[in-house]
């Protein structure tokens, strides 16, 4: 299984099979989120992608979903630390989250 060895500096992530985790860097394993279909991480700065997207997201869908973000206020910025944004669909829902280091991660995972 692969997973996400994310730099804490947030400069770079590449996608490698390891498991440890040091000072320097976090891993995390998005594909092993119950029921996920696919994943992007952006910077919060200006929503670029930092690693390839994975499964059923697409580019146009990872922009709008940054957009979306954007739009709800000042919530990328704001003082309190945002946990999590949740939007549901009947079939599936995208889920944000932000990190300390200046990523969003979105998973789409299939409706329960």
């Known amino acids: 299984m692969a997973k996400l060895k994310v730099s ?21 394993d998005l594909e092993s989120i119950p029921n996920q279909i696919g994943f992007a991480v952006l910077r919060v700065s200006d929503g670029s992608l930092v690693c390839p997207i994975s499964g059923d997201i ?3 869908d990872a922009v709008c979903l940054y957009r979306i973000l954007l739009e709800t206020g000042n919530l990328l910025a704001a ?9 549901s669909f009947k ?21 329960l």
């Not at 309190?80 to 944004?85: A, K």
């Not at 079939?91 to 299939?110: A, E, H, M, P, W």
């Open 8 to 28: 804490t500096s947030g400069n770079k992530i590449n996608q490698q099979d390891t498991t440890t985790t040091t000072k320097a860097s976090t891993t995390i």
């Open 58 to 60: 697409t580019d146009a």
């Open 79 to 87: 003082k309190e630390d945002l946990v999590r944004v949740t939007i």
């Open 91 to 111: 079939k599936f829902q995208y889920r944000f989250c932000l990190s300390n280091d200046g990523l969003v991660y979105i998973v789409k995972t299939g409706s």
